[in-house]
């Protein structure tokens, strides 16, 4: 069954450095996500990606959250300047809307805990 | 009022135990609704779509009233398997899902 990788699993970094969280989506899904649930909290979304542009953020998604799509496998979430908050972990997820009606539903990739010192 | 709202648990029900759990969301525009379900330190996977009709999936039956803005999940013949953190999430049109707290269940032998 096709699945969503996300590596590394766990990432230790000082704070201000720079991180890049990678995903790779299943292979024909067109929607790609990226969110976050910080310890013994819910999971909230941070920016959905389509046709290789932003289709919505939210308003944890700031000036130092960037995402891109590399090549045509890879999601990629970068944190510019890592502060003691953004410890959390990130979840991939995407979908393919056009199979299911209106039914968006997205699967998530295992995760990346990124722990900020 | 929180977006999506649901009753954070635990419920501690015996194996064989039918349990039930309930969830309101706030926007009325919301499109779809699914629970997924979350293990320990696990990603959310998606247990079933909720459908206007309701739907079951074997042990699994989702409920969906529009007008109330209210869903339920009702697991029958509940598995020591079935403990974990059940998310009810909602699709407000927007390419994004919006997760409840979660609702925490233990099954015990």
């Known amino acids: 069954e096709p699945e969503v990788t996300q590596t590394p699993s766990h990432q230790v970094t000082q704070m201000g450095q720079e991180v890049i969280l990678r995903c790779v989506p299943i292979s024909n899904h067109l929607y790609f996500y990226w969110y976050r649930q910080i310890l013994g909290q819910k999971v909230e979304f941070l920016v959905s990606f389509y046709n290789n542009e932003i289709s919505e953020k939210s308003e944890i998604f700031d000036d130092q959250f960037s995402v891109e799509r590399p090549d045509g496998s890879n999601f990629t979430l970068k944190i510019r300047s890592t502060k003691l908050e953004d410890s959390a972990m990130y979840f991939c997820?995407?979908?393919?809307?056009?199979?299911?009606?209106?039914?968006?539903?997205?699967?998530f990739g295992p995760g990346t805990r990124l722990t900020v010192l | 009022r929180k977006e999506v709202e649901q009753d954070p648990g635990p419920f501690n029900v015996p194996e064989g135990a039918t349990v039930a759990f309930n969830c309101t969301y706030s926007?009325?525009?919301?499109?779809?609704f699914f629970w997924y379900r979350q293990d320990c330190r696990k990603e959310p996977k998606l247990l079933m779509s909720v459908y206007s009709s309701g739907n079951e999936d074997g042990r699994f039956t989702a409920q969906l009233n529009r007008a109330s803005q209210y869903i339920s999940l009702l697991i029958r013949d509940s598995k020591l398997s079935d403990s974990a953190t059940y998310l009810c999430v909602v699709d407000p049109g927007f390419q994004k899902l919006v997760f409840g707290t979660g609702t925490r269940l233990l099954v015990s032998p």
């Open positions: 926007n009325s525009a919301s499109q779809s």
């Open positions: 997820a995407s979908s393919d809307p056009t199979s299911g009606g209106i039914y968006n539903e997205q699967f």
